[in-house]
Structure formats: structure tokens, C-alpha cells
């Protein structure tokens, strides 16, 4: 079975800092993985996939993530967070041995607050 | 590129009082299309996903039903709400159609708010 860990319910970080948003899987395959983000009310926006290749992916606005198979990890994170960033962010992982139609697999969310 | 629709935007109905929510897309033809609820603003739950027109599959046993009468509308059907159906739906959509699509991203629509009183 596929799983997907966020361990940190919330992450504050003041404006300007480094932000990390940690992941963690557990799949039978190889993982593609996903990270979006969710303001108020909104739909989930995508942000960045990992499926193979260069273990540090760059995606929208600034963040980017690093995939660590030995560590089962794939932290998002930017180097210099902004206040516009807080909002709800969830990592995905798909399995393609165990699933042919695309469904994800995702975690519970990580709320992150960034103050001026 | 895609574009989600879902409708209506808000809905508050009583309980017993049956559901339809409909998600279309634009931009994209065979798309394979997943429907999502969102509980108390935090996790996703997987409940229909959809191959192809007039293919369903569910993922959690429930009082919803899902439907695809069209290649790009999905709609999500309950003959009688029960107050544990609040909460936020969410229409996902991935590119390529069909079994053993290789990293499609899901792209998401803006979702329906339902409160069930």
C-alpha cells in the first residue's frame, strides 16, 4: 500500500527565511511524487512532480523539492519565504506498480504561516 | 491548456434532500477525471474516478454515485444527503486517458462547498 506522511500540522517561518515543508512516502515501486498548495476556499494548485531523472525539482513561484529514495523523503522547500505563501500545502504520491489509472495518494496537509 | 468548471460554487441543503454537483473541462479531450472531498479543510479523499465516458469506479463505499453522461462533464449524485456529506468537493483532472499514464499531473478545479443541515 502507498502512503504519504507530512509530520508537521503547521510551520511558521518569519518573512525572508528559508522555508521546508516535509514529506515522507512508502510505496511498493518506484514514486511519483507531487506537491500543490491550497488557499482559502480554493481548488489545489499544482506546484512541481517528481517522476525521474535530477533529484531536485524546480516548480512554480520559487519552491522547489529534493527527492531522497534512501531517506523515502521529498521535502518542498524555498529559499526565501514570502508572506503570500501561507496557505495549505500537500504532498501526492502515485505508484505505478500498484495503480494504472493515475490516482494519488495524498497527505494530510501542512499549514504554513509566514509573518512579516 | 485545461480549465476546470465546477458548479455551484456554495451549497447548503437539508438532510434527506438529494445532491447533484457537476464538474466540466475545457481544453482537453478524454481526460481521466477524479472526484475528491475535503473534510474540515485538511485531508482529500479519493471517492469516483473516471476512465471514460460512462466508466465509474469508487473508491469508498457511501451514499454518493458519480456519473460521466460526456467525455469532459462528471457529476456527483446523492439521492439523500446525510449531515457526514458536508464538507468541500474537489473535481481533478489529468491529461492523458486511459491505464498506465506515465507522471500526469492532476489539475484541479476551484471546488463546491456543501453544508448539510
Known amino acids: 500500500a502507498q502512503s504519504v506522511a507530512q509530520p508537521e500540522d503547521q510551520v511558521n517561518v518569519a518573512e525572508g527565511n528559508p522555508l521546508t515543508v516535509k514529506c515522507t512516502y512508502s510505496v511498493s515501486g518506484n514514486p511519483y511524487l507531487f506537491w500543490y498548495v491550497q488557499y482559502p476556499n480554493r481548488g489545489l494548485q499544482f506546484l512541481l512532480k517528481?517522476?525521474?531523472?535530477?533529484?531536485l525539482v524546480k516548480g512554480s513561484y520559487g519552491f522547489e523539492a529534493e527527492f531522497n529514495k534512501s531517506q523515502t523523503s521529498f521535502h518542498l522547500k524555498k529559499p526565501s519565504a514570502l508572506v503570500s505563501d501561507s496557505a495549505l500545502y500537500f504532498c501526492a504520491v502515485r505508484d505505478l506498480v500498484t495503480d494504472s489509472w493515475g490516482k494519488l495518494q495524498f497527505g494530510a496537509g501542512t499549514q504554513v504561516v509566514v509573518t512579516p | 491548456s485545461q480549465t476546470i468548471h465546477q458548479w455551484p460554487a456554495t451549497l447548503v441543503q437539508p438532510v434527506g434532500s438529494p445532491l447533484s454537483l457537476e464538474c466540466t473541462v475545457e481544453g482537453t479531450s478524454n481526460p481521466n477525471l477524479y472526484w475528491y472531498r475535503q473534510a474540515a479543510g485538511r485531508g482529500l479523499q479519493l471517492l469516483f474516478y473516471s476512465v471514460g465516458i460512462g466508466q465509474i469506479s469508487s473508491e469508498v463505499p457511501q451514499n454518493l454515485s458519480a456519473s460521466r453522461p460526456q467525455d469532459r462533464q462528471f457529476i456527483l449524485s446523492s439521492k439523500k444527503l446525510l449531515l457526514s456529506d458536508s464538507g468541500f468537493y474537489l473535481c481533478a483532472c489529468a491529461l492523458a486517458g486511459g491505464p498506465y499514464m506515465v507522471g500526469e499531473t492532476q489539475y484541479f478545479g476551484p471546488g463546491t462547498r456543501l453544508l448539510v443541515l
Open positions: 517528481y517522476i525521474t531523472g535530477d533529484n
